[in-house]
């Protein structure tokens, strides 16, 4: 087995690398904290709901708890998920210049060494998501199977980021479910807003590896759109910013979840200014701050909600 000290090559120079022990260090890469982004974008649908559904509740009793939940829930379930991702994508993963570094396909781990990782996460997650009502929990569970599907849907559709929108914008439901113990047309518009940003920023990610993606066949709306990613870009962005104002509208949202989607729509208008899809560190650097994106409308959401629980 390599040495377990080995580091990620498009991850380096992080806390895990410098801080954690070294035994540690290829499970922390596999569910992926010594890049967290992930994580974060996971958690921003969930803060986005549960904000908005306390503010249509008029009621912050449990949002802070609800709050940290979801926080301990996307950053144990996105490890879950990418560790998933690496044992399915270990073969492929050991073909890419930016991923065969990666704890699988270099050996510092054993597939059943992963996959026993894996399910002491799921099981973290598991007892997060005990903590809400019957309906939270089962709503909570079914997201598993987009989960258990999206990495292999890079091998048979030019569109695997819808799928991957369905999973990690699935946070947009969980905090109407929390909240209502039930899912409402508000939440499925904000649900859809979150895909379609999804879509966008991922696309913008997977322009990182086009070239190794494309001699090895994985398929991506990054490869599908290619020259005409700013466009895409902006259709995608633009219906983002339209559903979740729809959103907004339906739940009777004040002027600070405004002002927070207006934050948010004039981000995602200077990624696209910015973006030149020739430029890996460029590509990377424009995904990392939609993190900043989703905390400008949570900011704006948590606002609304303090405000109307006045």
Request: glycine share 8%; aromatic share 12%.
């Amino acid at each position: 087995m390599s040495d377990t000290s080995a580091r990620v090559a498009d991850s380096t120079g992080n806390w895990v690398d410098t801080l954690a022990p070294a035994w540690a260090r290829p499970y922390l890469r596999l569910s992926r904290f010594d890049r967290p982004i992930g994580s974060w974008l996971l958690l921003m649908p969930c803060w986005w709901s549960a904000a908005l559904a306390a503010a249509m509740a008029h009621d912050l009793g449990r949002l802070p708890l609800v709050i940290v939940l979801f926080f301990i829930g996307a950053f144990v379930m996105r490890g879950a998920g990418c560790t998933w991702n690496d044992i399915t994508d270990r073969d492929l993963d050991d073909k890419v210049e930016r991923t065969r570094s990666r704890p699988l396909p270099s050996g510092q781990v054993t597939t059943r060494q992963a996959l026993a990782f894996m399910v002491a996460q799921a099981l973290v997650g598991l007892i997060v998501l005990l903590q809400f009502n019957r309906f939270a929990v089962l709503t909570g569970i079914a997201s598993l199977l987009i989960v258990a599907i999206y990495p292999f849907m890079k091998r048979i559709t030019w569109w695997p980021q819808i799928v991957l929108g369905l999973a990690f914008s699935w946070g947009a439901l969980m905090g109407f479910a929390v909240t209502f113990g039930r899912i409402e047309l508000t939440a499925l518009v904000l649900y859809a807003g979150a895909i379609s940003w999804v879509i966008g920023y991922d696309t913008i990610y997977a322009h990182q590896d086009t070239e190794d993606d494309a001699l090895i066949g994985i398929k991506s709306t990054a490869r599908l759109f290619g020259a005409h990613t700013h466009q895409a870009l902006i259709l995608f962005y633009g219906l983002s910013v339209m559903l979740i104002s729809v959103a907004l509208a339906s739940g009777d949202a004040r002027w600070p979840a405004w002002l927070g989607l207006a934050a948010f729509a004039a981000h995602l208008a200077w990624q696209i200014m910015r973006l030149r899809i020739e430029d890996p560190d460029l590509c990377k650097r424009l995904f990392y701050s939609n993190r900043d994106a989703g905390l400008l409308l949570f900011a704006g959401l948590l606002a609304d909600a303090v405000m109307r629980a006045a």
